[in-house]
């Protein structure tokens, strides 16, 4: 079984920073894609940013020039850093990971519980 634990939520002010972390665990040949996506109540999960595994990445414009995705292969891990804040970035940010968990199995995409951010004075 593959886990994906996230961490770094929280509450900050506009124009702060956090940096949320994403650890998958269990069984694990490879990771191709890793990606942060984000939900506010009443409204569909969004794509934030999303990185492949040779490192080429895509961002949501609303978080381009703001926003770092990063990964760390040896530690199966996601980060994103957020710069510059919003309150428009208030949301539950899940992690997903596109993983083969043995080396004959297909791809599949795993999801964390969520964390949550708070942009607010």
């Known amino acids: 079984q593959v886990q994906l634990v996230e961490s770094g939520g929280g509450l900050v002010q506009p124009g702060g920073s956090l940096r949320l972390s994403c650890a998958a665990s269990?069984?694990?040949?490879?990771?191709?894609?890793m990606g942060w996506y984000r939900q506010v109540p009443g409204n569909e999960r969004e794509l934030v940013a999303r990185?492949?595994?040779?490192?080429?990445?895509n961002y949501a414009d609303s978080v381009k020039g703001r926003f770092t995705i990063s990964r760390d292969n040896a530690k199966n891990t996601v980060y994103l850093q957020m710069n510059s804040l919003k309150p428009e970035d208030t949301a539950v940010y899940y992690c997903?990971?596109?993983?083969?968990?043995?080396?004959?199995?297909?791809?599949?995409?795993?999801w964390g519980k969520g964390t949550v951010v708070t942009v607010s004075s």
């Open positions: 269990g069984n694990i040949f490879s990771i191709d894609a």
């Open positions: 990185i492949i595994r040779g490192g080429a990445t």
């Open positions: 997903n990971m596109e993983i083969k968990p043995f080396k004959f199995s297909f791809v599949r995409s795993y």
